[in-house]
């Protein structure tokens, strides 16, 4: 009963949309309009193809399928400064700002290069992002002094390739400034693949770790999950942050099979080195707060909006990988085993806005034939295109990957950082349980377009958790961890502990200290027995006891030592503390 209770306020949610960052509520008498997301680029359904993630919202008339009621929000300067409501009607960089608590300013995230990897040229990307600075007040970021760099999938600046017909120069666009209106001190690196085939998206990410050495890696665009080992490896750079959208077609790209899908998940989101980036709908109170945060689905339970009108609408990608294995960090998460996914990765790793309807407000100059607006214009956007330079602009404002591998763990370490989406879900049923996921009476799961929803087995059986496609508290496909909260939850961590022992030491006499409390903030960390505890004396002296068991030394000279403590874990990650110790 809960949970049908709950979807059934996301129904209402959906049916009666008003945007919430208002500085006063919708008043009645005001003009009602009708809105639905529309994809930007079309979808991608061959092998090692793939397509951009962003979807537009678009107002229509009433009646039209798929349309929602919209109730557009009141303009005020109640924050001063920063606009309340984007030109369209979404949100703004300082509503992104005040929702995910991030501080920003022209010199944050100074020091680190975001590449951005996309496919075909923009010839307008600067000038648009110029509009997009000057309207709210950011910090400028062109190519002329720097900040904004665009080359091709070889790193060079030279040539371009073809511009774009197909729509890629719109996700462009929002990649662009959405990082810039996270991070505005970071330099902007936008590499421009020659088409949208995952090879040379593969060869332009290769391009953004070697040629540029980008510290973050921003990748809004996806295809069908295959065993192709060759792109894994060209989204394998260990040591910077890769964020990857999961996809805009639910979980297991359910909503995308009537278009000649394939039942999996997309990549490179599923590659366990990336950080996939699931997607929500963010709703904000008057004051500009964040009120709320959701799993995104736009299908509606039991999808019946799409269904009504035989058109996807759009949620959050999710799926056990039928390929890539999981992390340790991952399946030592509390609840894995109810995912289902054994040893295989499931996305997600942390998710962000996604929902087009509470989307985020671009400026694009660039107009053409098709694929393109057809005058300059602010539009909103979203899509798991929205999430993912999202992710990696807080990344960087964070100071990047921070030494680690692979930065998804960092994320695993602050679980209690982070906001708990828990409604809401990316499945057939949208967060519906077994008892109220059925389509007149039968198990979607048997309506032959494959795995569709989390609440049954393939085989008919009802499952008792579903968290692999429905929010949950704690991890969970959809949300992964859940959305930012903070730069707490982006900032390295590990090993935990104390120098245990005395701070005066006797010249030529024999004393024990040791590592004390020693505890791991990752799922399934231990201290690692191969490298345990590493000892530096300040006397030139080193000791390595791999057990962390009391380590004796013996000092020869009197004078003030600093002992340094190194414990590194079984994920590799190490923390360093010093004791200042007196000999006499």
Not at 5 to 15: E, G, K, Q
Not at 272 to 282: A, D, E, K, N, Q
Not at 283 to 307: M, S, T, V
Request: glycine share 12%; charged share 10%.
């Amino acid at each position: 009963m809960a949970m049908l209770r709950i979807t059934r306020l996301r129904t209402l949610a959906l049916l009666t949309l008003t945007v919430l960052v208002l500085a006063s509520a919708a008043t009645a008498g005001q003009t009602r309009l009708y809105a639905k997301g529309v994809r930007v680029c079309k979808p991608a359904v061959k092998a090692n193809q793939a397509t951009c993630l962003a979807m537009k919202r678009v107002f229509v008339k009433a009646g039209t399928p798929g349309a929602v009621t919209f109730h557009p929000a009141v303009m005020s300067a109640a924050r001063p400064g920063v606009a309340t409501i984007g030109p369209k009607g979404g949100l703004t960089p300082g509503d992104l700002w005040a929702a995910y608590q991030v501080t920003t300013g022209a010199t944050a995230g100074s020091g680190q290069t975001v590449a951005i990897v996309d496919a075909y040229n923009d010839p307008k990307i600067a000038a648009s992002l110029a509009t997009f600075s000057t309207h709210y007040g950011l910090s400028s970021c062109t190519t002329g002094n720097g900040c904004l760099k665009i080359v091709n999938q070889s790193g060079a600046a030279s040539p371009l390739p073809a511009n774009d017909t197909t729509g890629w120069s719109v996700e462009e666009t929002l990649d662009v400034e959405a990082v810039h209106a996270i991070c505005q001190g970071c330099k902007i690196v936008l590499v421009e693949a020659n088409n949208g085939n995952l090879s040379t998206l593969g060869a332009a990410e290769n391009a953004a770790a070697n040629t540029i050495h980008a510290t973050e890696i921003s990748n809004s665009f996806g295809g069908t999950e295959n065993s192709n080992s060759t792109l894994a490896a060209e989204f394998n750079h260990p040591g910077i942050v890769i964020t990857a959208s999961s996809g805009d077609n639910g979980y297991y790209s359910w909503d995308n099979l009537t278009n000649g899908g394939t039942n999996r998940p997309w990549m490179p989101a599923a590659f366990p080195t990336v950080v996939s980036v699931g997607g929500t709908g963010l709703y904000l109170n008057q004051g500009g707060i964040r009120q709320n945060e959701l799993a995104w689905n736009d299908d509606g339970p039991q999808a019946a909006y799409e269904l009504a009108i035989g058109a996807p609408l759009g949620a959050s990608g999710s799926g056990c990988s039928h390929f890539f294995t999981a992390p340790g960090w991952q399946t030592h998460v509390p609840n894995w085993s109810a995912t289902g996914c054994g040893t295989k990765r499931l996305d997600n790793d942390v998710s962000a806005l996604a929902d087009p309807l509470t989307g985020f407000d671009i400026y694009d100059s660039y107009t053409c034939a098709s694929g393109c607006p057809k005058t300059a214009t602010w539009t909103t956007v979203g899509g798991t295109s929205l999430a993912a330079p999202i992710v990696a602009a807080i990344f960087a404002l964070a100071g990047g990957a921070q030494g680690v591998p692979y930065p998804a763990l960092t994320l695993y370490g602050h679980m209690s950082s982070a906001y708990d989406v828990t409604v809401g879900g990316s499945g057939y049923c949208d967060g519906e349980g077994a008892p109220q996921c059925t389509a007149g009476g039968t198990n979607p799961n048997l309506l032959g377009f494959g795995v569709v929803d989390c609440a049954w087995s393939s085989s008919g059986a009802a499952q008792p958790d579903t968290r692999a496609c429905d929010a949950a508290p704690g991890y969970d496909g959809p949300s992964g961890v859940g959305a930012p909260n903070g730069m707490t939850m982006f900032t390295k961590t590990g090993p935990n502990f104390t120098i245990s022992g005395a701070a005066t030491a006797t010249q030529n006499v024999s004393q024990s200290w040791s590592a004390a409390s020693i505890s791991d903030p990752f799922p399934g960390g231990s201290v690692s027995t191969s490298t345990g505890c590493s000892w530096a004396w300040g006397d030139g002296s080193h000791s390595l006891n791999t057990t962390c068991t009391p380590t004796a030394h013996t000092y020869t000279s009197t004078g003030t030592k600093t002992i340094t403590l190194t414990v590194t874990d079984s994920y590799g990650i190490t923390t360093a503390k010093t004791l200042m110790v007196t000999v006499s």
